[in-house]
Every structure is written in structure tokens, then in C-alpha cells.
């Protein structure tokens, strides 16, 4: 599924009308249809609804809604929120259409509880067309009214392009915002619409054509939704004659004394992720703990002069066991210490195999960015989390979560990596400035480990030959995909990365037979 900004789909509204000839009555039409055909599939042929409109186009689509409904024997309500007067347009031209009967104009607060809250809280469903994806400050007034009897009401709502309330770019929730049992928006999804917490208060989502030039479709700059429809064609079903060789050898540098279990995560998920061969390289005193942690991944012990952690004296002996590697992971549990954090820079600066970078290897390179500037592998894949993130810039985690999408972009720009933001909604930067917005996941994963199964996956992934951008893209959504179905098993509480880990395969072939499915059921419509 592609997403666009608020900013985006108004412009390519205003080329369409413009530049391509479509009248806006029309798409307003078509608008309105999409909606009608949502509700009848959804609450049946006949029924109650109470229509609350604003003054702009999100209005006149629920003009539309409202007409068409009557036409086809449902009891109709339209509480406007505005004076006759402000209503201009296709919306006033649709206004007009309908009988004077059906509408009432309630501008001033504590009128709409008094006059309409009965009509609201008995509806089949309400139709919310209040404010559509333009709104910038927070609400206010009688439209605050309207929200919460919305959401008091109890009965199910479907919002109009976008819950009334929600910024259609951020998701950000001005000041209060309808929540919607169903959305259905129009050509794109918005921003607002998959990131969090607009992403709540969508409901289910429906993208609807209303007519939209192909041209202007296919030109709109925007950014990749990883869904399942999206990631299936991007996993690669296993030659019958395949053997080991053929699935990589990753290299995975991670452990020091008290993070074990990091170190053990990362190797074994490479494993569950399809790795034909792993290594897992510790130091030489928590190496007998790993033996017993890893039994597919092989294990090499790395000098620490009993400490318990690496530093740069073991880089001697890292640069011999990348040779034929085909992927190198770094920094699950690794320690932040002075001398680990220079091996980690020294080994940024020589390893030429594709590389991805966590935890404490995010740490060291805080302490000196200018280091990835020297990076010899031409794919570098960094996956912090919002802290880390926040230590890699120098700024706070507020400021990173503000902008999440753009702060990955500018980020995966200018040092030309890869970037992997975990958090709700994991955002994926590629060096040339495009995004995507990871759409498996739920809060069970808010747990130590998860990041350590992540880097893992993503380090199996290229070792298997998946290019940076498709094991970033394939790893996250197979991990969340993953907790989702431990969520659906277990539930949210609890869930640990080592259920997580266990899943992989599981996950794997769910969505590897969704893909034969789908391909046997494109070839019946043939």
C-alpha cells in the first residue's frame, strides 16, 4: 500500500481538476459512493444514520453519504456545524440537493447535546464528515462537542477521508479525534491513517478510487506501507536442490559478561531466519555459556584477557574469520566500554561484506560519527531505537519521535546507510531518501531482546543474498508479522523474543503460502 502527506494528495487533487479536466462534483460523487457502498456492505440495506458535517468538502461528502442513503430508504440526519452561508462550492451544490428537512444548522456550543444527542446515540451508525485531512490546529467549540458525542455514543462510526481530529500527515490527535469503526479515504492512504495514534483511531481502512488519473497515481511521491500484500512477492520460495552453501554465512561479533542472552538471541534468530551457516564470535570468557545458548550457530572464542568483553586487541583474529562471510552483524550486548567501543569503529572501517549495526555498536559510533564517513561495506544497515537514535544525533527522544519519518531520511541521506527506526510504526530509510512504514507488530514486543531477534533476522537476510533495502524491509515486517501470531496464540502480555524467535519459521511459511495462494488465484482469473 503506497502513503501519502495530506500536502501530497491535495495536489494531486488540484491536478486532476486543473490540469486533467475532473470535475470536483464529480470525485465528490464518487466520494460519496465509496462511502454508501461501505455501509450497506457493512450495516446492511436499511437503517439509521445521523450524518455531522462540517463546511468544507469533507462536508459535501457526507452530503453526498446522505442523499444517497435516502434514495435507498434509510432514515437520514444532517447536523451541519456551520452557518448556510460558509458552506461553498460542489459542498454548497450538494448541500442543495437535499430536502430542507433532513438538515439542521448548529453552530453555537451546547446546542448539539440539547437538540441532536438522542438522534446521535440511536443511530445505526454516524457519519463523521466534521474535518477532513487540512485541519492544523486543535478543536474546538461545537466541533469538540460533536467528537465526544461521537465517541460516547457508542454506536459505530465511519469517518470521511480521516477521523475528524487526526492531522492527516503526523496521525497526531489535535486536541480530540473521533474513533472511527471504519475510514474510508480516497486514491491514497494518508500518513495519518497508519502512524501512531491516528492509526487507533482509523478503525478499518478502505482506499477507494474516485477516479484520479493513473499518471497522477503512479508520479505521487509517497512512501511504502509494509503489509502482507506488499512483502509476499518479496520472499524468495527455496530451490529443491538447495544445500547449506546456498543460504549464506553470517558472522555475528555480540556478548560480553551479564549480556549472554543477547548475544544468543541475535545467532539463533539468524538460524530460525534461514541462515544456511552462522558464527557467533564472544569473548574467550563467556564462550562456554554460548556453547550451551547456540547449538545450530558455531561459536569462536575471542581474547578478552579475562575481562569478559572484546576490545580492539581481538580485531586480528575478527579480520580472519570474515573471510568468506557473507554478512557481519555487531553489537548486541557488546558492552560500552572504551576499548570495545574502538573495535567496533575499527571493524566499521574495514569490513566490506554488508554489515548491520545495533546496540552498543550504535554506542560507539555515538562517540564519533564521523566514522561511518570511512565505512568500507557498501551496505551498512543501522536498526537503534529511538534512544539510541537520539544518541547517534546528539538530540532528545522527543525531538526524534516528533518527525520519526523525516529524521530517517535525513539521517540514511546523508550518511548513506540504511536506517532501520525501531518503535510503533519502524520506519525504514534507504540512502536515496526513500521510506517505508512497517505495518506488522503490537506491544507485546515492547521487551528486552526483540531488537537483538531483529538484527538477526536482517543479518540471515543478506546473508542469503537479499539486497540492504529488502532485508530491512522483509526482516522487519517478518518480525512483527511473527509477534502477531504469538499475540494471537499467547496474547500481548508476556510475549518474550525468544517466542518471537521460536515463530520465524512459522512466519515464513505463512506468508510463503499466502504467495502461492495468491499466485494460484491470479492464475484462475487468467
Known amino acids: 500500500m503506497r502513503v501519502v502527506t ?53 462536508g459535501g461528502d457526507g452530503y453526498v453519504i446522505a442523499r444517497l442513503l435516502n434514495q435507498k430508504g434509510w432514515s437520514v440526519k444532517v447536523i451541519i456545524l456551520a452557518e448556510r452561508e460558509q458552506i461553498a462550492g ?7 440537493k437535499l430536502p430542507a428537512a433532513m438538515t ?15 438522534e446521535i446515540f440511536q443511530a445505526d451508525v454516524i457519519v463523521d464528515a466534521l474535518l477532513g485531512t487540512g485541519l492544523r490546529s486543535d478543536v474546538s467549540g461545537v466541533y469538540l462537542e460533536a467528537i465526544d458525542l461521537m465517541n460516547a455514543s457508542g454506536r459505530p462510526v465511519l469517518s470521511v477521508d480521516i477521523p475528524s481530529g487526526i492531522h492527516g500527515t503526523t496521525g497526531r490527535v489535535l486536541g480530540e479525534a473521533v474513533r472511527a469503526h471504519i475510514t474510508v479515504t480516497f486514491a491514497f492512504a494518508k500518513l495519518g491513517h497508519v502512524l501512531f495514534p491516528g492509526a487507533e483511531h482509523t478503525g478499518r481502512l478502505v482506499v477507494a478510487d474516485v477516479g484520479i488519473p493513473a499518471i497522477l497515481m503512479e508520479s505521487a511521491s509517497g512512501y511504502d506501507f509494509l503489509n502482507e500484500d506488499r512483502m509476499r512477492p518479496k520472499l524468495r520460495p527455496r530451490n529443491r536442490q538447495s544445500h547449506k552453501g546456498d543460504f549464506g554465512h553470517c558472522l555475528i561479533i555480540a556478548g560480553a559478561t551479564g549480556k ?14 534461514g541462515s544456511g551457516l552462522v558464527t557467533l564470535a564472544v569473548a574467550e570468557s563467556i564462550h562456554a555459556i554460548m556453547e550451551l545458548k547456540t547449538t545450530e550457530a558455531m561459536t569462536c572464542p575471542l581474547p578478552d584477557f579475562g575481562s569478559g568483553h572484546l576490545t580492539n586487541s581481538a580485531f586480528p583474529n575478527i579480520e580472519k574469520l570474515l573471510v568468506g562471510k557473507d554478512a557481519v552483524a555487531i553489537g548486541p550486548g557488546l558492552d560500552r566500554r572504551p576499548g570495545t567501543f574502538a573495535l567496533v569503529q575499527n571493524l566499521v572501517e574495514n569490513v566490506t561484506a554488508p554489515l548491520v549495526i545495533d546496540a552498543d555498536g550504535l ?25 539510541e537514535m537520539a544518541r547517534l544525533l546528539g538530540t532528545s527522544i522527543p525531538d ?74 522483509l526482516g522487519v515486517f517478518v518480525h512483527g508479522y511473527a509477534a502477531d501470531m504469538v499475540a494471537e496464540e499467547k496474547g500481548e ?26 499466485n494460484l488465484k491470479m492464475f484462475d482469473e487468467l
Open 90 to 96: 460542489d459542498a454548497a451544490a450538494n448541500l442543495n
Open 260 to 273: 549472554t542472552g543477547a548475544a544468543a538471541l541475535t545467532a539463533n534468530s539468524a538460524v530460525r531466519a
Open 493 to 518: 502480555i508476556g510475549i518474550n523474543a525468544t517466542d518471537v524467535l521460536e515463530k520465524l519459521p512459522y512466519a515464513f511459511n505463512k506468508l510463503l503460502k499466502n504467495t502461492l495462494l495468491s
Open 400 to 473: 526524534v519521535e516528533a518527525i520519526r519519518i523525516s529524521v530517517a531520511q535525513e539521517f540514511a541521506r546523508g550518511y548513506g546507510v540504511h536506517l532501520v527506526l525501531k518503535g510503533a510504526r519502524t520506519i525504514i530509510a534507504a540512502p536515496d531518501g526513500t521510506a517505508a512504514i512497517n505495518g506488522s507488530g503490537n506491544p507485546g514486543m515492547a521487551t528486552g531482546g526483540m531488537g537483538d531477534v531483529l538484527t538477526g533476522i536482517i543479518v540471515s537476510l543478506l546473508g542469503q543474498g537479499y539486497s540492504a533495502s529488502a532485508a530491512c524491509r
Open 363 to 387: 554506542n560507539a559510533l555515538a562517540e564519533d560519527m564521523n566514522v561511518l564517513r570511512r565505512k568500507r561495506s557498501k551496505d551498512v544497515i543501522l536498526t537503534p531505537h529511538p534512544g
Open 6 to 58: 495530506a500536502h501530497t494528495m491535495q495536489e494531486i487533487d488540484k491536478r486532476a481538476i486543473e490540469e486533467f479536466g475532473i470535475p470536483g462534483i464529480r470525485m465528490m460523487e464518487s466520494a460519496g459512493n465509496a462511502c454508501v457502498d461501505e455501509i450497506f456492505s457493512e450495516f446492511g440495506l436499511k437503517g439509521r444514520t445521523v450524518v455531522l458535517a462540517g463546511k468544507g468538502n469533507n
Open 104 to 118: 439542521s444548522f448548529c453552530t453555537q456550543e451546547g446546542q448539539l447535546p440539547i437538540l441532536h444527542m438522542e
